[in-house]
């Protein structure tokens, strides 16, 4: 049996990126609510982020999304990051939010539209030069949502030409990260649905282009921890965008729906090196905080994924693999499942201690005032949501 | 063989209700994409939900829904419809758009929220006393998006509580009829999620409370025409919400996604006595033009659901029914694809120049310069949306 | 926070039902893959149910299927049951495998072979008569497989007069519990495909008729303990078929695939009064051990619905009032994650110790040597499977 | 508009691959029906797939299944086709019905079952040899039950070797189509999935392996058209498996269950040029027949797939692309919606009667006593299904 202590130094430097826009508000088509506090610019973000940080230890960077966080100076956001201790990462296109891009922006057929999505990309990219960041992330929301509304064939071949051109924009430390995603907002076909495609887009690209696997893109009943595997054999799992699920793309605070997936996910990360120093692999969240309160759930979510990363650490590997190998499917299943029931919350109370962080996190947070103080310091100005 | 001569009456004073949402902008949590010529009130909605009916001689009736429908004076409202050939319908409660709402409505724990939202369906039934309409729907928002986050139990009994306060306010010709949805907007459990609740729940309130049957509000792989089977022989189906989808809730043109399902459904409520007069099944659109064009994506619709219950209509039941009996299972198979392969257009386009309708609807909206009229006469002001 | 201590006394007196068929070979549709040991008669299936029993002192009965487990004398069988220190419990039904039975059986067009078909749950109740059995369930496999096959409603109808009769043959100490099934082996419509339909039979027939949940027969995505409460508010949960699945009726051990929707469910089960002394709940499993060593798979299972049963029983049930009621979106969910977070297995070794049982009944079977044993005695002769 | 005669000569040369497995008996794991007059041999099932043959002209080819159809004499068994007019098509190879397997086949860990896989495909080849057939067919049933049950990455690494061992055995003629499968008979993981696994394995190996895409085999809601066209596109499309399915793998008959969706698929087929004289992709069936007449079912199938092709092919292409390009949503719908609502049945009729076929070939089989002549002559001996 695995101790916590043996897998204690593994957990050092464990990093999950936050999503500025995490912190405003969002919503379903139906409803948008509103909270005391919510951030009305990009600085505000990064001050709730870097509280986030200040309390766990485990969201040193800041994932941009233009143009929500654009700003006019880039290097001074970055200064006012690294002076709250954290620093900017993964920066963020959008294509969905813009009336030209209604059929299509990547895959458009029109080719002023088309251009005009790539020209936004090697805008971010400028952006990726001021601050320093390593990744690209291109979620692309084209699609159709009527059979015969486009043609699907020659998106995927437009597609595949604008990528390039973006690709051949980035220097060789920068990364093009393409994310999958099942459905919506398109309701017929999404032109990334699935690892494969977004696999063989990135595979023609070259070594700089790697898959962004987001947990609530899949179609029901997928097995994720598989696709971690695959993608990791194949050397292009690039990120992960953290989230949990019950119907869609939910977007609940990660391990939230199902606790049991995200270690089986972890478990696959930690066995196909996706984990640890010199890892490819960055770990994000991308959620939407409709209903809770938005910084204490950050909190919950990276400590969801810390104690999910102790518990996948914690499998008593090579019993493990004994057990496989004599084909004896219920003490195999019996070792994971011990790893998965160990309650490891004590012990990592106990290790935030050790390095001056809150035993609890939440608890410090709801007693450290941070939020009545926003609440009451951020009156009037405009709330920042995905709009904005 | 069934002949189209042999149906065509029973095609005679089809009617499927018209949302006056569907002629706003509508969108996703992502973006809202808005056209000229959007109406900016109430009456530029029935005003083009009239044009519909014109056109197609298949829509009498205007869905309201309140608060977005909320005008000084019902009565007058009505007089404008009727002077467009059409006249008030259905009405369509509204309690997801409040910060009260939040965490319930008619579910919630808090004895005065719960109040406002019966309240608001008080309000409703004294629109529905100016109006003359029959239908008072109720589609609840209500849900939790975390386990643990709400008493399921306790939110059951207080709907009920609710639903029963509502009820007892109905005049004897008017009706309740509860919807089911199976989760959006809320992402863990929703507290009307399925036929079987909306079932429970109207059988407890008496003879006038019947379900509301959304077509894409079921879990992936439902049998929906057996729900219809089931309501229908139970007494307790009110009514549809129809539109199709791939995904969830896609709020599709109806028969877009699954034309065979449409048909499916229409033969069961054929064969249950949800069609012709005297039936208590009220026929009606519940969708989202998100990207194609308002006025004709309604039109489409009801041509749609006329010519799929064209086809239901030329089943030989007969024939059906010997087969079902013999165990032929190709053959009765064989019989109902007969009916589906069947091009019913052009005969429904003799069939409507005989009662003065244009032949092809689309072509004549077209044609007909309405489109552009609205785009010039509807300057300035403020488009309507979900969200006024 | 709760304790175990405070808990211990309620897992007292836990029973959950063992199939008899589940230590018969089973497999797919593509291979039944055979183990030494697997039992030739009903006696050696009981006394493999009792080595379960006798190591977790949770498993006090066995179900049996007739005719799977049809003996000539029943009256012996059970005396052979007590002889090894179980009882016999629930006897159920089986009208899916005669030739008779391919286009339906309770639900058949067919006069003769419906009448054939209550037949047999007569003979079942004659046996109940015999064994002192409660329950007599019925998991009805008819339904279609392709559209226009059959006449659903007319089905529907059938069903019920067929149920009549037989709930009509029933003593006032017998139940008739009615299993629904989202689909299998129908492939368009199955007659019970959900609680809807299950609970619209079971309440025309009377107090005695209740409906039975299998963990394994519902949609994707669905909400498993929303249904449970929902049945128990409206009191008609009779049992449990308990299992679990990634796709579709997979019958892999409980809680193997989703261990948090089983502590869902069980919390559900506790909130609702469906536990405990007096509830009229029975908990049974029904799985299919089809790759993995039958007896410790039943042993594995039945310590996961305890364990997990504990963990349900740990929920603070006053503090997550409170915060529910508070709108404590995060606060709710914490304490219901508190509880199923918490390892109980280290206090339900010593609860068990303290009762005379092994610690660890997955070792103590294995140290047993009754797996050699039965693998060495029961040489020759017919293993027993579902078809025999 | 597209007319028929103007299509009518693509319809020449279809040719639909039928599985000698399908005129055998299948069923679930529950029951196997049998039926009067299902072959006993090899021979009677070529035998009855060439009476498909005669009444269609759809389908000349046959495809193998090892062991199933082992003979002593394959180059015989040729003739034996020949002289009933089709050829032997497709080896299809089988890892999954013999108990070594248990755990694994191309991916066990065990290296001598898993040199016995290889072996069984070297041995499919040395087949092929003699039938002069293009394709070895692999469907892989390896998979787990169980989380831990396997290394998931070990056995992705053994199947890329094993495949490259079978690869190597190839001629230059003959290819390697490798299956996806979503689940079952493994119910946790299964080793090729998705088309993405299978693409990169197929990749990996070179120009002669193909995917083969089964189209019951996908995730709910999957939008199968798009992973044609994405195939198509990579130029690794080989093969389709066709069938229908409302839940998992049911094994329908093609196009029963949503004929619109087998009209898209027909669609992206033809736009991506796998129709044709030249397409390197081969049409076949794969089925099970569980309740209706085999020969029948069989010959409903080959006329769907018919029907469906003269339908897409019917599509206006040209403008199609106008519509498309100039994002008119709803006329581009409508343009495929008139293909797809075009009865074709009458001059499909026609065009086969002018070919010397029966214009109804379910009729021209009813009629043809072949039914009652093969039930009377098929007395005795071993009906053969999947497990012979």
Redesign the interface.
């Known amino acids: 049996m695995t101790t916590f202590t043996s897998i204690a130094a593994r957990l050092e430097g464990q990093a999950i990126e936050l999503p500025s826009w995490a912190f405003g508000n969002?919503?379903?088509?139906?409803?948008v609510?509103?909270t005391p506090g919510t951030p009305r610019s990009a600085e505000e973000k990064i001050a709730d982020a870097a509280t986030v940080n200040r309390l766990t230890g485990l969201a040193p960077t800041v994932a941009l999304h233009i143009p929500w966080d654009q700003v006019d100076d880039f290097a001074a956001l970055g200064r006012f990051a690294n002076d709250h201790g954290v620093s900017l990462g993964t920066v963020n296109s959008n294509t969905?939010?813009d009336?030209d891009y209604?059929?299509g922006s990547l895959t458009h057929?029109?080719p002023v539209i088309r251009q005009k999505a790539i020209d936004h990309h090697f805008a971010c990219i400028d952006i990726m030069n001021q601050t320093g960041s390593r990744d690209l992330k291109i979620w692309l929301?084209d699609g159709t949502?009527?059979?015969?509304?486009?043609?699907?064939?020659g998106r995927?071949?437009r597609l595949s030409d604008s990528l390039q051109q973006i690709y051949a924009r980035l220097s060789d430390e920068q990364r093009l990260v393409l994310e999958y995603k099942?459905?919506?907002?398109a309701?017929?076909?999404?032109d990334v649905?699935?690892?494969?495609?977004s696999?063989?887009q990135v595979s023609a690209l070259g070594d700089k282009a790697m898959v962004c696997l987001d947990t609530g893109h899949?179609?029901?009943?997928?097995?994720i921890?598989?696709?971690v595997?695959?993608l990791?054999?194949?050397g292009k799992l690039g990120s992960f965008d953290f989230n949990s699920?019950?119907?869609?793309d939910?977007d609940?605070?990660v391990g939230?729906?199902?606790?049991?997936?995200l270690f089986?996910i972890l478990v696959?990360v930690v066995?196909?090196g996706g984990y640890g120093p010199g890892s490819p692999v960055a770990f994000m969240l991308d959620q939407c905080h409709?209903?809770?309160?938005k910084i204490?759930?950050q909190i919950?979510s990276v400590l969801n994924v810390q104690?999910m990363t102790a518990r996948a650490l914690l499998v008593d590997t090579e019993a493990?693999?004994v057990?496989?190998?004599a084909?004896d499917?219920?003490g195999?299943?019996?070792?994971?499942?011990d790893a998965?029931?160990?309650?490891v919350?004590a012990d990592l109370g106990a290790w935030r201690e050790e390095r001056g962080l809150p035993a609890d996190p939440?608890a410090a947070y709801a007693a450290s005032g941070y939020q009545q103080k926003i609440a009451e310091d951020r009156a009037g100005g405009t709330q920042l949501s995905?709009g904005a």
Do not use: C
């Not at 099942?182 to 907002?185: K, L, S």
């Open positions: 969002s919503g379903t088509r139906f409803k609510f509103t969905f939010q009336n209604k059929f057929t029109d929301a949502n009527y059979p015969g509304q486009g043609d699907m064939r995927q071949d099942f459905f919506e907002p309701f017929y076909h999404t649905p699935d690892w494969g495609t696999y063989a899949h179609a029901p009943g997928t097995n921890e598989f696709i595997m695959q990791l054999r194949l699920r019950f119907y869609a939910d609940l605070i939230a729906a199902d606790p049991f997936q089986r696959e066995r196909g409709n209903i809770e309160d204490p759930g919950r104690e493990l693999t057990a496989q190998e084909g499917v219920l195999a299943n019996g070792i994971l499942m998965f029931y160990t309650d919350r939440m995905w």
